[in-house]
């Protein structure tokens, strides 16, 4: 896995403008085999337009000279028809088929990049998880697939903390679990 860090950019040269920070992105080692996600990008805001220069800055000179974007307009507020990036313009399109957890962006060049999008309100502790599974060339999850397990997971951990009162309470239900059922109904157990 590859994780970008890159030193902030300053926006279309203006150097009174605050600088624009770095992409949060995660890309699959370059030798690894495509598949169903390429890595994972992070972005900061759902403001595609102040979002998408960084990334592709970024990926213009990690990968290739980007193209086209592609998002589902669910998650995003407003889509801009075009973003400028350092040196060309790249036109931004939307799909309602296209995963709503996925950015894809097309280079002439090189073909495709697909990206799972981690939502901006997203924790660091998942955000993560997440980067690292999408970055994962073993991983072979679509975009929400991944979102979806990692959810599980989440719900999993959280639902544990009762396995853990089972295994302290050396597997016995608790005087309250008892009286809860009716004496008639607890059988041999009484």
């Not at 999008?117 to 970055?135: F, G, K, N, Q, S």
Request: proline share 10%; aromatic share 4%.
């Amino acid at each position: 896995m590859s994780v970008v860090l890159d030193q902030p950019l300053i926006a279309d040269g203006q150097d009174s403008s605050p600088p624009i920070p770095p992409p949060r992105l995660a890309l699959k080692p370059a030798a690894a085999v495509r598949g169903l996600l390429d890595g994972a990008w992070w972005p900061r805001s759902r403001d595609l337009a102040r979002e998408l220069p960084a990334l592709i800055d970024t990926l213009d000179r990690r990968w290739a000279r980007v193209t086209r974007v592609a998002v589902n307009p669910t998650p995003w507020p407003v889509i801009p028809r075009r973003v400028s990036a350092l040196g060309h313009v790249v036109h931004v399109g939307w799909f309602r088929e296209q995963d709503p957890n996925k950015l894809l962006l097309l280079s002439y060049t090189t073909g495709r990049l697909d990206l799972l999008v981690i939502p901006p309100e997203c924790d660091l502790a998942a955000a993560t998880r997440l980067m690292a599974a999408a970055a994962d060339p073993r991983r072979r999850l679509t975009a929400s697939g991944l979102m979806a397990d990692d959810e599980l997971l989440r719900t999993m951990g959280t639902d544990r903390r009762g396995e853990a009162d089972w295994e302290s309470e050396g597997g016995t239900p608790s005087a309250a679990d008892t009286a809860a059922v009716p004496s008639s109904a607890r059988g041999m157990w009484a």
